[in-house]
Every structure is written in structure tokens, then in C-alpha cells.
């Protein structure tokens, strides 16, 4: 059995197959850019690191960040998550842009343009 990512937005689910992927968006506020890298689990979606590439407008980079010259990057604290619900903002137009090692597609391109978009593990 392998482990894929699942994109769900009511009835529709798409499937990834990547075991590890990037979550990035643009701040409303500030115009800039904010990634996650995510692992999947069986079980859960572990957050692996994140990064931002300015400071300001609750985008504050914690304690211990390192700069790489363009990013503060930084490993988040947070447990394994069984789903990451990500919600459509007018804010931020572009939306949400998920990255896997053979692809970038926006997440909306998957499910729609849906308000609600789940990411979670799911089997073959």
C-alpha cells in the first residue's frame, strides 16, 4: 500500500502521489512569500520546516530562525496534524500553491476554487 497526499474539497478528492511536499501563499499584508514543507505520514501530515521571506504583520519569524540570505527558515513545533484545512481569502487572490518534486499547480486548479480545501494522507 502506498501513502499519497489527498486534496478534498467536498465530494472531489485528488490525489498526489508525494510524500513530501511545499505550501506557499503570499501575505496580504506584506506581498511576500510564506512556505511550509510538509511530510506525509500514513496517520498525519508532519510540518518539517517553514520559512518567510520578510518580517512584519504577525509574520514574525521565532526565536532560533536562521536568514539563508533570502528566507528566515525555521523547524515549527507543532505535532502531526491528521488534516491541514486551508480556506479561499479575496486577500490573497493567488491563493494557495502546493509543490511536489515533479510539479507546482495552485491548490484551487485541483478542487475548483473551492472556500475549503482539505490536505490529508489517504492509501492507494
Known sequence: MSINLCIVSGATITKVAALTFT???QHSVQKTEWTETWQVTPTALELVEARVEGTGA?????????FDGRFWRWKPTIPPLPEVRLSR???????????????????????????????KP???
Not at 58 to 66: D, I, T
Not at 93 to 119: E, F, K, M, N
Request: charged share 20%; hydrophobic share 40%.
Open 89 to 119: 481569502s479575496d486577500a490573497v487572490p493567488q491563493g494557495w500553491r502546493l509543490c511536489t518534486a515533479d510539479s507546482c499547480r495552485p491548490v484551487a486548479s485541483a478542487v475548483d476554487h473551492a472556500d475549503v480545501v482539505i490536505l
Open 23 to 25: 505550501l506557499s501563499w
Open 58 to 66: 504577525g509574520m514574525e519569524p521565532p526565536e532560533g530562525s536562521v
Open 122 to 124: 489517504c492509501a492507494d
